[in-house]
């Protein structure tokens, strides 16, 4: 308190006496020279202003431009028009890897992103691995599209996901689908593409300017809100390392400017910095300025020479002072701000709790005090972040990002130590029907039943859900979608993998309540085992997926070990698809046979069926069974079946205008495809093009198909037959249905499948096949027989009054330049 009092006398009979004539001596001397400074400043902040507003614009400009040139980018519009199925197994990774494309030609779209019009953010390009959010639909990029009802727009604003300054542009994808959309439809919102610019060229141009300028410059909207400020932490004893810089954004914002130069604040708010700094705003455009801070001091630059005899004066006069005060500052600001400061950097450096050794009364006591209560909130904090990083949010589960860490960890453990461990991929069956029938939530519900049976069929000495420890016997994750894996670490033989297989399956077997509806799920589960199956994570995982969908070719609800004739398998599928996928876009290599039907007694030719044939560019053919597989299973059955009915039509149309005939060729298509509502335009279409009547152009469907079918089926059926389009079921009692199920489809013939005409003399097939025929004749079909070889077999039919007979024995299926002259041979 003694200190406390000298120390205020002395400077109370220290300023009047020194200070006080010194600094009047100084400002009236100094007037002027505040002046021209001042006047120096103020160009040099407008010339830094209009450099800002040149990157601005520049920025903005290259922003929109590009995000339009994304925009019509063919696969972004093929994408945006795709179904779902064709987007995620096809153009997915093609349009990844497009979005690569574009950032290796434009790094500084740190994220570009394909978004649903539901807001799922369905396609994402990014340099950084953390996504907060899948579903943007609230994007204020995207909301702010529809508020100014443009397609195009950029917006200043900070990505959550790494709290960095960015600016969104984003373009809404407006396009009419031409396969489907009747002509003059408007287009319609398919999606939006959304980039994201990080501002580091800006941030480096105002850091820079801060540099040169000892000046504090913020860029802000038209509310004074900052979006962007120099940091100036890199400048030596810059005035700004102690500016409350959140005060002073706080201040601007709320004072009201007047005037367009200089712009004056309310002292209530500014009275603690205003002696030191001014502040200078400059319009950038409409919406945007620049906020240039500088401390006063500046003024008087020009006039240095005067400034440090000044200076030198008030030095001198105030060394006493200094001297007294020294020990003071030391002992009770000094010391205890090294302490801060020391725990500041250990703060930073770890994650262990710091202790502060201030425990005095006054503002440092509670200063410590304050910073060991933010080290414990930003240890909890980062404990929440790593768990959140690395935990699915659905289902508590380890992620895809902790499963790799695992996983990494497990297989350097186990090359060292020369142990087996085991990767069992879980995929849930037709998941996808109940999110389209039940609706997410239920869809998510069951997932979340699903990972806590798995985590309770793979018992504790199973697995541990934590990171890698040595002594741990296993892993359980979620990848993502339907997808969870279990690791079984230290595996001895196969059947201990095949107990775990076999209790997660019968655990997923059993019903749940969905609501009021009771759902029976099923699980397909594929094994690979390391080393055997593989020595890198994806190889692991890869070859466990390929095992996963064998055991679905199997029946589902089974799980399969990896095999080396799987991958053997799997690259023939591979290659067989790019070269089917060819041959579809160059229309080579692939070629209709067509096999005659014939009217019996007199035998003559009533129709075709057109069938595919396709030889590869190495001239061999391909089993027309294997070509119909790989289409379906890689999503190529409708552009082959479009192709198909195209050349049909032509290769008919060319008949007829010939005048060779004038009769029906049948096209078998997939349930898949008679599914679609375009189905009849597609057929009507490629009639329509080669001149060609409805009633030569007869659709062919499975039994199964119609068996299986929804109501889509039937209204696309009966659809065909009002525009004279005949419809056949094909493979005729092999689906399981009664004869009398007939009269609930609209068809108009029955094909008899050849499995019974092949056995018309054993058993009860020749009553089977009699019973079919005098079925169909009673419902109005007319009836054909597939498979006949035999005379015995002709003869049964025709006694037994089928319509048409399909087979060998007649003929084969012939290319279309051989079927002249098996007619000429037939009529003769």
Not at 25 to 43: L, M, P, R, Y
Request: aromatic share 8%.
């Amino acid at each position: 308190m003694i200190k406390k009092q000298l120390r205020t006398k002395l400077l109370a009979l220290t300023l009047p006496m020194v200070i006080v004539p010194i600094m009047l001596f100084g400002w009236i001397s100094s007037q002027q020279i505040v002046s021209i400074a001042h006047d120096n400043i103020e160009k040099n902040i407008s010339s830094y202003a209009n450099q800002t507003q040149g990157l601005l614009e520049k920025a903005v400009s290259v922003g929109l431009s590009n995000v339009e040139l994304f925009a019509q980018h063919d696969l972004v519009n093929q994408y945006a028009l795709a179904s779902e199925n064709e987007r995620y197994n096809l153009l997915h990774p093609i349009l990844l890897n497009v979005f690569h494309a574009f950032n290796n030609a434009y790094p500084e779209y740190t994220e570009i992103r394909f978004i649903l019009p539901d807001g799922y953010e369905d396609v994402r390009y990014s340099n950084d691995e953390h996504n907060i959010s899948e579903e943007e639909l609230n994007h204020p990029a995207i909301e702010q599209l529809h508020r100014l009802q443009v397609s195009s727009t950029f917006l200043f604003s900070v990505n959550p996901d790494n709290q960095k300054p960015v600016i969104y542009f984003a373009r809404s994808i407006t396009l009419n689908n031409f396969a489907s959309d009747n002509y003059g439809t408007k287009p319609i919102l398919r999606g939006y593409l959304l980039l994201t610019t990080s501002l580091d060229e800006l941030q480096q141009h105002l850091n820079q300017m801060a540099e040169d300028s000892h000046m504090l410059f913020m860029l802000v909207d038209q509310q004074q809100n900052p979006l962007l400020m120099s940091q100036v932490t890199k400048i030596t004893n810059s005035p700004f390392n102690t500016l409350p810089i959140a005060q002073l954004a706080q201040a601007i914002k709320e004072s009201n400017p007047q005037g367009n130069g200089a712009k004056k604040y309310d002292h209530h708010q500014l009275d603690f910095m205003l002696d030191i700094y001014d502040v200078q705003t400059y319009p950038l455009n409409d919406n945007y300025s620049l906020n240039a801070v500088y401390q006063q001091s500046l003024y008087l630059q020009d006039g240095a020479n005067v400034q440090k005899i000044l200076l030198i004066l008030i030095v001198l006069s105030i060394i006493i002072l200094t001297v007294l005060l020294v020990f003071g500052l030391k002992r009770f600001v000094l010391s205890p701000l090294d302490i801060l400061n020391n725990a500041t950097q250990e703060i930073g450096d770890n994650n262990q709790e710091v202790c502060i050794p201030v425990r005095t009364q006054d503002e440092l006591g509670h200063l410590a005090r304050a910073f060991e209560s933010m080290n414990k909130k930003l240890l909890q904090a980062t404990k929440e972040l790593q768990t959140q990083a690395y935990t699915d949010i659905l289902t508590g589960l380890p992620n895809r990002l902790m499963f790799n860490d695992y996983l990494g960890r497990l297989l350097a453990y186990s090359k060292r130590n020369n142990v087996q461990f085991a990767l069992l991929f879980i995929d849930l069956d037709d998941f996808k029907v109940v999110n389209d029938n039940l609706g997410h939530n239920m869809g998510d519900m069951l997932l979340k039943n699903f990972a806590r049976r798995i985590s309770d069929s793979v018992r504790l000495e199973d697995f541990v859900t934590s990171p890698f420890k040595e002594d741990s016997k296993g892993f359980i994750a979620r990848l993502g979608g339907d997808e969870f894996i279990v690791v079984l670490n230290d595996i001895k033989q196969s059947n201990d993998i095949s107990i775990v297989a076999q209790r997660i399956i019968k655990t997923l077997s059993e019903p749940i309540m969905l609501n009021e509806y009771e759902h029976f799920g099923s699980t397909s589960l594929g094994v690979s085992v390391y080393p055997y199956d593989g020595l890198t994570i994806e190889s692991l995982i890869q070859n466990a997926d390929i095992a996963m969908y064998h055991a679905k070719k199997m029946g589902k609800n089974t799980y399969h070990f990896y095999s080396h004739n799987m991958r053997e398998e799997q690259d023939e599928i591979n290659q067989l698809e790019a070269a089917l996928r060819k041959s579809i876009q160059t229309k080579t290599g692939l070629e209709m046979h067509y096999q005659p039907k014939i009217t019996p007694n007199p035998n003559r030719v009533s129709g075709f069926e057109a069938l595919i044939r396709w030889k590869l560019d190495d001239g061999e053919m391909v089993n027309p069974e294997k070509l119909i597989r790989v289409a379906e299973q890689r999503n190529l059955i409708i552009p082959l079946t479009e192709w198909i009915v195209n050349e049909v039509c032509r290769q008919n149309a060319y008949w007829q205008k010939n005048n060779l005939f004038k009769i029906p060729i049948a096209v078998n298509f997939s349930g898949t495809h008679i599914m679609r509502e375009d189905i009849s335009e597609m057929i009507m279409s490629a009639l329509s093009t080669h001149d060609l009547a409805a009633e030569y152009f007869e659709v062919e469907i499975t039994e199964s198909s119609i068996v299986d079918g929804s109501k889509g089926i039937i209204e696309n059926l009966q659809r065909l037959q009002a525009l004279g389009i005949t419809v056949a079921v094909d493979d005729f009692g092999t689906g399981f249905s009664s004869l009398s199920y007939l009269s609930n489809f609209p068809i108009n013939t029955v094909k008899i499948d050849r499995t019974f005409v092949n056995k018309i003399n054993q058993g009860n097939h020749s009553a089977i096949v009699t019973a079919i025929i005098q079925m169909s004749h009673a419902l109005g079909h007319t009836v054909v027989a597939e498979g006949v070889e035999t005379q015995e077999q002709l003869d049964f039919l025709t006694q037994g009054k089928c319509n048409y007979i399909q087979g060998f024995f007649f003929s084969k299926a012939l290319p279309a330049k051989e079927v002249p002259n098996y007619l000429e041979q037939l009529n003769k």
